[in-house]
Each structure stands twice: as C-alpha cells, then as structure tokens.
C-alpha cells in the first residue's frame, strides 16, 4: 500500500474550543492537570472510587492545539529560528539541522549544524563565508572551486563571482527600473544602492551611470520610496521642538547609508547616443596620446557638450533626525546624510567624470542642526576622478561636513589628476572635512594643458587650494601637534593648511 499525501491542516485542534495552555511544567498534578513534562498525572488513571481524578477536556484540547499548531506552521512552510531555551533544555541541535537567520528583513538566511551538541547561535556569523563558522554554514552551502565563489547577493540571490571577470551594472533614473538586471544598457537599474546591492559581496564593480541623468545617492531600503515617486518634491522632514508635544518618532525619510561592505566600487559615466558612447572614445583619444585614459574624464565641459555628452551629476540626499528628551518628546537634533558605509578599512569607492551636489542645498544652508556623520564615513578608501564639487553647505556655524565623522578609524582620500570645487576661493565655505579620526588626503595632478594631439582642454584643478583652507576642516576638530614636528591630530596631508582661510 502507497503512502498517501495528506492534506494540511485548516484549523487547529480546538481553535474554536474551550482548552487550557499546557505549560512546560509546574501543573496542578493533585487537581489532574497536565503539563508536558509530567503528561496527564497518574492521579487520572485511577477510578474516581480509588481517589482518581478525571483528566480535563481542556487540557487534552489544549495539547493538541499545540501539537497541531506546531504541524500547521511546519505544513505552512516554516523554519524554526534559534532558541535559547531549546539549546539550555536538549543540549543543542543536531548535525544537520537547519534554522533561519533572526534577520526579518531577510528572510533567505539559513543556517545548517555541521555538527551534534551545536549550542553557538549562528545569528551574527559572515552570510558569504565558505567555511564552516561556529558549527554552522550557510544553506544551500556556499562553495569556492577554482577561484569562483557561489554566494549570496543583498537581495538574497545566489550568484556566482569570478575573479577574472568584471562585473558591470548599468544604472539610469530616467529609463531604468531597478527590477531589471542592469547587465546592459537596454535594461539598465533605476538607482546606484540596487547597482551595489545586487553585485557581488567582494570584489572589483563596475557601475555605468547614464551621463544625461540627474542620479540620486539614496538607499533603496528608503521606507517612503522616494525612487518611484517625483523626486523634487522630496522633504527632508519637520522640525520639531519639545513645545510640540511629539511623543512618536517621526519616521526617518531615508536609510542612512549604503553599505558597500568589502567591495571596491567604480563609479563611471556612459553615454547612449545614437547605440555611441562617446566616453569611450575620449578614453581612447587619453590612452593613444598621454599613455593614461583617465584624463579622458578630466576634459572640461565645453568639451564634453561638443561631443553630445557631459558629467552625470549626483545629488546628495539628507533627511532630519530626532531624538527623545527628558520630557519623552521627540525633537529635531541633527541632520543625516544618506552616506556611504561598509566594512572599517576593507571598502574602496572611485568616482569618476562625475558632478556632485547637495539635494535641497538650501534647506540645509538654513538648518540650525548639525550633522551626525560625514557623507563619506571613516573606514573607507575614496578616488576622485575629473570630478566637479558644487552646491556644498556654505553655513559654518552647525557642522555638516562632507568626509569624516566620529568613529575611530582611518580614510583616505585621494584626488587624482584634475578635479574642481566651484566657487571655492571666492568665499570661506564649503565646509568639508571633520577630523575625529586619522585621514590621510592625497593630491595628484600633473595635469597639461590638454589631451596632446587634441583641442581637449582640462577642467581647472584647484583641490590642493581648496584642500590648504583652514575653513575647509571644523575648526574644533583641526588640532595641531608641535611634537615631534608640526602636524594635525588624525590628519595627514602632502601641502600646508592655512589656518586663517
């Protein structure tokens, strides 16, 4: 006789039933109830003439409501999660066990025991790890053979990463959609995060961003999906004071970061003219006459329009942030940019040929709060690339500094041949930089006059001037050390700093 399927169950025992909650232990075993450690108590197994005590209908509906509970949420398709409580009572899961990660918002995570007796809780471990961590792999597992990786991507899907090949995501506000996969320039993303997100966890990416778009930098995770909504419109919240009596967190417009983890992330204009792109034959015409393609990004934008192209400019997003006081309100405190995070000291991100700007520049000009972080936060390796700086925050007086922040581990960033902040010498401002913890700042440009050969000019250097001002750094974090030698705490530089700029 076959074995047949059997149906799930609808309802549970006694759903609708009068029934007790049968506890682990402790029942009242004199008065016949039960608990699961102890069953039904011999008491009911003896006549009432003999002092039994007849067994409760509740609690036998009370232990089959459990027991078919547990086999509806099994027939559902439920995986347990790690338990505490289990572990201290059974000593451990088993080899071969398989539990979900404790993370909701991602639900792929499992975890399989490579061994019996497993007491380590697996919530913590490195997703993307091979090995076994703590008596646990990820499931499916993981591989690596020949140099290729079999992982996880943010999204959850399994991928494979080969060292020897690039790996390239196109990305266009404008036409993309961030459902597509970005592979090509026919079905591009919609936004930078999901270029990141759906990439490998390591390793060298190359992300294409439409050269004719307005590109945002925020998270895809952002709870209001700005990124299907008219941009423009976008607020970056309310203020609120204690004399408003707002006693629920506002909700936070944007996620604070995209976390790059330990990738190294290339950010690079492309065109679509006519099926052309036309950076790449400024690349060439860089590489044929000047032996390095990179100065085909640093051609300043008289060139650029000649060509039917210019520089994809990145908005910078910021929201509001709040805080409760000692009167259980939540008020305005600080301002947080949607920056950039990843894994201390294992992350590099180079931009470029790219133009970048601060979304709502005068909201924030005029916010009296600070910021809580830099947009490029400590930890991190950043190149720029004929990049051009505009639209940075002018007010000096609360700190929204671009690079830097508060936790204690060291930058660099680096500026590489021919990169420019617009109006830079005509005032004090933007401030930029704050110094709390070591960076080291490098500048690099030999630049000529042109591609040689050509009548492409290059777009104005000026980040060692804009670099050497005092007012570039918040003043309070601009330290000065006199021993052994003359140099700022957390700050290294290859040019002076004039304190009185």
Not at 259 to 274: A, F, H
Request: proline fraction near 5%.
């Amino acid at each position: 006789m076959s074995i047949t399927r059997p149906g799930p169950f609808l309802s549970k025992w006694a759903e609708n039933g009068q029934r007790f909650d049968v506890p682990d232990n402790g029942a009242d075993i004199a008065n016949g109830k039960a608990d699961i450690q102890t069953g039904f108590p011999e008491i009911t197994m003896k006549s009432v003439i003999n002092g039994g005590v007849p067994p409760w209908g509740q609690d036998h509906n009370g232990i089959l409501y459990q027991i078919t509970q547990a086999i509806q949420w099994t027939q559902a398709g439920g995986v347990p999660t790690f338990n505490q409580d289990f572990v201290n009572k059974n000593g451990g899961y088993s080899a071969g066990s398989i539990l979900q990660g404790d993370d909701i918002s991602k639900p792929w995570i499992l975890w399989i025991s490579v061994q019996d007796g497993n007491t380590n809780n697996p919530n913590g471990l490195d997703i993307n790890n091979p090995s076994a961590q703590n008596g646990w792999r990820r499931y499916p597992i993981i591989e690596e053979k020949d140099g290729a990786l079999l992982y996880y991507n943010d999204d959850g899907e399994l991928a494979v990463a080969t060292p020897s090949v690039s790996f390239t995501r196109y990305v266009s506000w404008s036409k993309g959609n961030d459902n597509n996969k970005g592979t090509d320039k026919g079905s591009p993303l919609k936004t930078i995060d999901k270029a990141i997100a759906s990439s490998p966890s390591s390793g060298q990416i190359y992300i294409k961003i439409l050269d004719t778009d307005t590109h945002y930098w925020m998270s895809s995770q952002d709870v209001y999906n700005l990124k299907d909504q008219d941009i423009s419109n976008y607020d970056p919240g309310k203020i609120y004071s204690d004399s408003d009596g707002i006693t629920q967190e506002p909700p936070s417009k944007l996620w604070y970061t995209i976390d790059i983890g330990s990738r190294t992330i290339i950010i690079q204009p492309y065109s679509d003219v006519e099926g052309q792109d036309f950076w790449d034959e400024l690349l060439y015409s860089a590489q044929i006459n000047m032996v390095d393609a990179y100065w085909g990004y640093c051609v300043d934008d008289a060139v650029l329009a000649s060509r039917g192209i210019r520089r994809p400019v990145i908005k910078i997003m910021w929201c509001y942030g709040y805080s409760n006081n000692a009167y259980n309100h939540f008020i305005t405190s600080y301002i947080a940019w949607c920056g950039i995070n990843g894994i201390s000291n294992a992350f590099s991100i180079e931009f470029y040929g790219c133009q970048f700007e601060t979304h709502k520049i005068d909201d924030l000009n005029n916010t009296p709060f600070g910021a809580n972080s830099g947009w490029a936060r400590p930890g991190g390796n950043y190149i720029f690339n004929g990049c051009i700086f505009t639209k940075f925050c002018n007010d000096l007086t609360y700190y929204k500094y671009f690079f830097g922040g508060t936790e204690i581990t060291s930058s660099s960033i680096s500026f590489r041949r021919s990169n420019y902040f617009v109006d830079s010498l005509t005032n004090k401002g933007p401030l930029m930089i704050l110094i709390n913890a070591p960076i080291n700042i490098f500048v690099n440009d030999g630049k000529p006059d042109k591609i040689n050969n050509t009548n492409y000019k290059f777009i104005e250097n000026n980040v060692e001037k804009f670099m050497s001002k005092g007012s570039t750094y918040y003043p309070a974090s601009l330290k000065k050390i006199k021993n052994p030698s003359p140099h700022y705490a957390y700050l290294t530089t290859s040019f002076d700093i004039n304190e009185n700029i």
